[in-house]
T-cell receptor
Framework: NAGVTQTPKFQVLKTGQSMTLQCAQD?????MSWYRQDPGMGLRLIHY???????DQGEVPNGYNVSRSTTEDFPLRLLSAAPSQTSVYFC???????????FGPGTRLTVL | AQKITQTQPGMFVQEKEAVTLDCTYD???????LFWYKQPSSGEMIFLIY????DEQNATEGRYSLNFQKARKSANLVISASQLGDSAMYFC????????????WGAGTKLIIKP
């Protein structure tokens, strides 16, 4: 059981570039989420999904897109990177709405 | 609106002492859940303990226990007999109906255990 995996671990982008952060889980969890973590601010929810084909916005969705075509995968797309998107990004999954979340190892993104 | 407050940005504690990390929350929902996570310097998020609003007993998991005071809307994490490996960031989080059962996170407390 690999749990929640994220790629890449590190990424440097130039302003205006686009990219996709990958997230996959092998626990057959319905619920998946993307967070960003900035210093001193805890985690903020970007987008989440309650099952394949169903996504919704979180607290800070602007500049990001998601899709959920399979139960396993939940990629996060940065449409046109900005320095304000420099952050650590975590993907998480959980079995049900009342269960704890399992986190991936994170992606450290720097936008120059 | 729901809110999680962790008022201690940082704490220093002597090894082997017990430590209490504060967490207060605000919600209008009667059914909610509270979580504590640990984030070591390596960066991963580790689930520690969970308390449901209707749970009659305070949650315990090994050296971790949750001091849940519903009327005061507080859910403090207690670590008994602290160890050097407990040095980390600790986050409190809540989920309720108003948040569509998504987690709302506090800003965290940085705990440093002194030898």
């Amino acid at each position: 059981n690999a749990g929640v995996t994220q790629t890449p671990k590190f990424q440097v982008l130039k302003t205006g570039q686009s990219m996709t952060l990958q997230c996959a889980q092998d626990m057959n969890h319905e619920y998946m989420s993307w967070y960003r973590q900035d210093p001193g601010m805890g985690l903020r929810l970007i987008h989440y999904s309650v099952g394949a084909g169903i996504t919704d916005q979180g607290e800070v969705p602007n500049g990001y897109n998601v899709s959920r075509s399979t139960t396993e995968d939940f990629p996060l797309r940065l449409l046109s990177a900005a320095p304000s998107q420099t952050s650590v990004y975590f993907c998480a999954s959980r079995e049900g709405v009342f269960n704890e979340q399992f986190f991936g190892p994170g992606t450290r993104l720097t936008v120059l | 609106a729901q809110k999680i407050t962790q008022t201690q940005p940082g704490m220093f504690v002597q090894e082997k002492e017990a430590v209490t990390l504060d967490c207060t929350y605000d919600t209008s929902d009667q059914s909610y859940g509270l979580f504590w996570y640990k984030q070591p310097s390596s960066g991963e998020m580790i689930f520690l303990i969970y308390q449901g609003s209707y749970d009659e007993q305070n949650a315990t998991e090994g050296r971790y226990s949750l001091n849940f005071q519903k009327a005061r809307k507080s859910a403090n994490l207690v670590i008994s007999a602290s160890q050097l490996g407990d040095s980390a960031m600790y986050f409190c989080a809540m989920r309720d109906l108003d948040s569509n059962y998504q987690l709302i996170w506090g800003a965290g407390t940085k705990l440093i255990i002194k030898p």
